[in-house]
């Protein structure tokens, strides 16, 4: 009996055990980053099984194109309120400390709503990995101008041009904290994937930003072209420098501006559990009494 290829690739999915079949087909337009950044977030947990069991892995997300991510992963996942997803992850590991937490939604999410949120988490040095998917707008609202839209970008509401600097998310993760910081485009699969996985090691607040095509909401205006025309935009742009002077790698639409990517820090502090045992000892060695 000849052996129909169809079949078997239909039934035999690589990345089947990972995704929720019954969600699928997913939400996203055609040219969308975000199922890129998910299989990266896929293969990582593959390779990071050994280590660290799929039952002990946790994915929670907020409320926007990215939000959508928990609900197709094939692992404990949290869909939660608008800019709320870092303290309910902070929560399930003050609660779990065992469990390796990811945080994975978008620029609006993570730093409109939720920005507070996130500093105050990468202080802390709350034991979580955050990633955020960065498509420069509000892709699910209408495409409106966000917190990380470049400079001089059109969207919905900036038709002539963004007249604010973005948030330069890695400096800013940096600078508040976070003890493993990166940044890559979905043209940079391998190292993308890579960086996910020295997260799932580190202990401590790791932030990887995922810049990310949105050939409706942002291409369009933008005259980027398809998904694709924007990865090719992407080659063209990108500079890898691990060494980079973060504040310096913010983002703008300018003619020959750069997108500067890389594992920019890798660096040991306490984590938040660690400081809050210490405190512990000290309590039980007074008695209580202070």
């Not at 059109?154 to 002539?160: A, D, M, R, V, W």
């Amino acid at each position: 009996m000849a052996l129909d290829l169809r079949e078997v690739i239909t039934e035999h999915h690589p990345e089947d055990e990972l995704l929720r079949e019954d969600r699928i087909p997913h939400i996203w337009c055609p040219g969308c980053g975000l199922g890129v950044a998910v299989t990266a977030y896929i293969e990582a947990l593959k390779l990071a099984s050994a280590q660290i069991p799929l039952e002990k892995q946790i994915v929670v997300s907020g409320i926007g194109c990215t939000g959508r991510v928990a609900g197709y992963i094939n692992v404990d996942s949290y869909h939660t309120t608008h800019g709320r997803a870092i303290p309910f992850a902070t929560g399930l590991k003050v609660a779990n400390p065992e469990l390796e937490i990811t945080v994975f939604s978008g620029d609006g999410d993570l730093f409109a709503i939720g920005g507070n949120h996130f500093i105050h988490a990468a202080r802390r040095n709350v034991d979580i990995n955050v990633i955020c998917c960065n498509n420069f707008n509000y892709g699910m609202t209408g495409g409106q101008v966000g917190p990380t839209t470049p400079e001089m970008a059109i969207t919905s509401t900036s038709p002539y041009g963004n007249m604010e600097e973005g948030f330069n998310l890695p400096y800013l993760a940096a600078a508040s904290g976070a003890v493993f910081v990166a940044r890559w485009t979905t043209l940079h699969f391998r190292k993308l994937r890579d960086a996910i996985s020295q997260a799932f090691a580190k202990r401590g607040f790791t932030f990887i930003e995922v810049i990310a095509p949105c050939p409706t909401s942002f291409g369009r205006p933008n005259e980027l072209g398809q998904g694709l025309d924007e990865m090719e935009w992407y080659r063209e742009s990108c500079v890898i420098d691990h060494q980079a002077n973060l504040r310096e790698i913010g983002l703008s639409m300018r003619k020959d501006s750069k997108i500067v990517v890389g594992n920019f820090l890798d660096i040991e502090r306490p984590t938040f559990l660690d400081r809050y045992q210490e405190v512990m000892k000290r309590a039980q060695a007074a008695g209580g009494k202070r």
